[in-house]
């Protein structure tokens, strides 16, 4: 999850009454707490199964309709892929070490997911068809 995607969140949660904003912050920053009733659902969302994962990738999806492409677009296609991967790979090693340094060993099994999701990605995108 990248904090785009968390801040685009935050405002629904407030509208929840999951979290309420805070004093504005330096640099004009917006900090958020968690309320009771936030985290009554927290914990309810902790006690219910997680489910089955969903594989939803956008390069995934474009491969199977390959044939519909050129050989230039999907090179295209996997170029950038593969800049994606390659950091955000980068970025997920060095969290995971920044966790385990500070202790926080769930934390940094889950960035180890995440590693060896995008090493997954760049492997499976070496090999992907081009035509």
């Known amino acids: 999850m990248t904090r785009s995607q968390v801040y685009r969140e935050l405002p629904v949660l407030a509208e929840q009454g999951l979290v309420r904003l805070g004093k504005p ?3 004009s920053s917006q ?10 659902a927290f914990l309810k ?19 199977a309709f390959g044939e519909h492409h050129t050989a230039d677009q999907l090179k295209t296609v ?11 790979l980068a970025a997920a090693r060095e969290q995971a070490r ?16 995440a590693v060896a999701y995008h090493k997954a990605a760049l492997s499976w995108l070496k090999t ?4």
Do not use: C, M, Q
């Open 25 to 27: 912050g330096p640099r």
């Open 31 to 40: 900090p958020y707490a968690i309320t009771a009733a936030g985290k009554r």
């Open 45 to 63: 969302w902790l006690a219910d199964a997680p489910g089955r994962d969903s594989v939803r990738n956008p390069i995934a999806l474009r491969v």
């Open 78 to 88: 996997y170029a950038d892929a593969s800049e994606h991967h390659t950091e955000a």
């Open 98 to 113: 920044e966790a385990k340094k500070n202790g926080d060993t769930f934390g940094a099994a889950a960035l180890e997911f």
């Open 128 to 131: 992907a068809p081009v035509g």
